[in-house]
């Protein structure tokens, strides 16, 4: 016989639950159909984005090189330091040993001076502090204990000022790792963004600055500004070698960043300045208005002076762009001008 009981009926729970993802799978389905398929950042956008990652990888790059400079300074400091305390302990060894043939010479003839004996054993410091024994010594032996004392306060000042400026190297290594870190973070996202872009995208962008670049070098190649003397030389020499690749901290002859070219250039001049675009913001008399400068003036630009390059005329400038770039010109208007030095 067939059974006719009636279907158990699902509890009010498990209503509710079934009910509540229902209706949550019809929002998620309407949410997927009204929302908006993601956009891929145009060229444009793609540029500006590489740009500023760009210009904040100078900045530390720039940042790098005065670290780079300032342990090279510090090395060469505690080198110096440290061989004229090698130097002075064995002046204050022969000192100690001229001392001892003394008194050696005393003891033979049984004349050994007591103040001698005591300085043998004891620091000349105190020895020379105990006045009533002066009249001991020979004149030799007083200008010898002299001679004794203030070689050891020198070498221990000189002991202290090596110390001192180990402290800074370690601080400074320190910060070039930092800096150095920083510099490829910023690259690495630059070139995440380039590879973002199709090869038709990338070509196009490329021609698109290559047009710039020509445009600016037959703009300053036009202009009737000629630079002269040393200022001349230099920027003869960032001219011989335009088409020379970017590289972050490179100072020539075969790649260079912004103040590698120009530092360089002045060094093939025969005039040293600073190695960073900071430093060499200082170095020499600033030019404040565009209209008075000259070829070969350098142009800083940036609030923080972290670009600098050579005023090529007729508004635009020589000078090593960033990475992915070559040594080229550039209209000044690109970036936002400071003042320009004269070397």
């Given amino acids: 016989m067939a059974s006719h009981r009636r279907p158990k009926q699902p509890s009010r729970a498990r209503v509710t639950v079934l009910t509540t993802a229902a209706a949550a799978a019809v929002v998620l389905s309407a949410n997927a159909a009204n929302a908006a398929p993601s956009e891929k950042p145009s060229v444009d956008d793609v540029k500006s984005q590489v740009d500023k990652l760009q210009d904040e990888a100078e900045q530390a790059s720039e940042k790098l090189n005065g670290a780079t400079e300032k342990q090279d300074k510090l090395q060469k400091e505690i080198d110096t330091l440290q061989d004229n305390v090698a130097r002075g302990q064995e002046e204050l060894n022969n000192l100690r040993d001229g001392l001892g043939s003394m008194a050696t010479a005393q003891y033979r003839t049984g004349a050994i001076d007591p103040s001698v004996q005591l300085f043998l054993s004891a620091d000349p410091d105190d020895y020379l502090d105990k006045a ?188 090593a762009p960033r990475s992915g770039t070559v040594v080229r010109y550039e209209s000044i208007s690109n970036m936002p001008f400071q003042f320009g030095v004269r070397i």
């Fill in 132 to 319: 009533s024994t002066m009249d001991q010594l020979s004149n030799q032996q007083v200008e010898t204990l002299k001679e004794v004392q203030e070689k050891q306060r020198a070498l221990a000042q000189q002991r202290s000022e090596a110390s001192e400026k180990l402290k800074d190297l370690a601080t400074t290594r320190t910060e070039l790792a930092k800096n150095k870190k920083e510099v490829q973070a910023k690259l690495a996202e630059a070139n995440t963004l380039l590879n973002s872009l199709t090869a038709a995208e990338q070509a196009a962008l490329d021609a698109k600055e290559a047009q710039a670049s020509t445009a600016a070098q037959n703009a300053a190649l036009s202009g009737s500004g000629v630079a002269s003397g040393r200022a001349g030389s230099a920027y003869a020499a960032a001219q011989s070698v335009i088409g020379s690749p970017y590289v972050y901290g490179a100072s020539g002859p075969s790649s260079f960043d912004c103040s590698g070219l120009t530092s360089w250039a002045f060094a093939q001049a025969g005039v040293s300045i600073p190695r960073t675009s900071q430093e060499q913001a200082n170095a020499g008399t600033r030019i404040y208005s565009q209209s008075d400068l000259q070829v070969g003036d350098l142009v800083i630009f940036y609030s923080d002076q972290h670009h600098v390059g050579f005023y090529a005329g007729n508004g635009q400038v020589l000078h």
